[in-house]
């Protein structure tokens, strides 16, 4: 399995605070059957070169340690960047893209909500060829709300990813819902464990993928945490043109009218 969202970082942002902790993780990874991490450190502010530099460091760094005596799992470099208005001088900084390909870039909103602009700064993004991921949407107080509010993101090319613990009701009811019925809608591109720590938000994707199987079967399900982050971390195309629920609806009703008319 492939988890493109974890915050593995030692003492850089409110993930692990040491280095032993972040090890651990690691392993609790390994040991569930992951074989690849995309280590995706909070970034909060307008990016800038130092502290690009110093997320970079702190990355190279962990990676020696992993490669010098933890389990042989792949480390990948990304960032979680929270939604602001500037959010386009990440384009100065490919390599906070997931796995620094420049194609992919991991999306924060704020829990209260999607804010205004955020459909205009996904267009942005995808014109300068680089295709926004939600991260954990079902996560979103507008999206609980009404999930047709992620709708505009998904037609205009943005992909989701769901957390593993939002699956395995660590969130709430409400949540583990709006998760599963995102899941059955088919608009759910990802699983990630957005793991913080190695006891209770670790590196783990192995329960979520049993639940989402129950909705979505299980080869679906599997995809989520293996083929469909590998297009990600290669930086290829991805593959979706998946009606949305109100398009089905038009398309069903047009189609029902086609057919009246046209004794098809
Ligand atoms: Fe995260």
């Given at each position: 399995?492939?988890?493109l ?10 993930g ?7 090890v ?10 992951i ?17 690009v ?39 100065a ?28 700064m ?20 507008s ?7 992620l ?10 990813q ?27 591109h990802?699983?990630?464990s ?37 297009i ?6 991805f ?20 057919r ?5």
């Amino acid at each position: 399995m492939i988890d493109l969202h974890a915050h593995l970082l030692p003492a850089v942002d409110d993930g692990p605070m040491d280095i032993e902790e972040s090890v651990a993780m690691v392993r609790k990874g390994w040991e569930e059957g992951i074989s690849t991490i995309c280590v995706t450190p909070h970034l909060l502010g307008v990016p800038n070169q130092e502290l690009v530099d110093f997320l970079v460091t702190s990355f190279e760094s962990f990676k020696e340690r992993i490669l010098a005596d933890g389990p042989p799992v792949k480390l990948v470099f990304g960032s979680e960047i929270y939604f602001q208005p500037e959010i386009e001088k990440v384009l100065a900084f490919p390599c906070l893209t997931l796995n620094g390909t420049g194609k992919y870039l991991l999306v924060e909103f704020p829990m209260q909500g999607i804010p205004p602009g955020a459909e205009k700064m996904s267009f942005r993004l995808i014109t300068h060829g680089i295709v926004p991921i939600v991260a954990h949407p079902e996560r979103s107080s507008s999206v609980l709300r009404n999930e047709s509010t992620l709708y505009p993101f998904i037609r205009s090319g943005a992909l989701i990813q769901v957390n593993a613990g939002s699956l395995e009701g660590k969130f709430g009811k409400q949540v583990k819902k709006t998760a599963l019925s995102l899941l059955k809608r088919g608009l759910v591109h990802f699983i990630g464990s957005d793991a913080h720590n190695s006891t209770d938000r670790p590196v783990s994707l192995r329960r979520a993928v049993e639940t989402a199987a129950q909705v979505i079967g299980h080869e679906q399900a599997q995809l989520l945490v293996t083929a469909n982050p590998e297009i990600i971390l290669e930086g290829k195309p991805f593959p979706t043109k998946r009606l949305l629920p109100s398009e089905r609806e038009e398309i069903g009703l047009w189609g029902k009218v086609w057919r009246e008319i046209t004794g098809k």
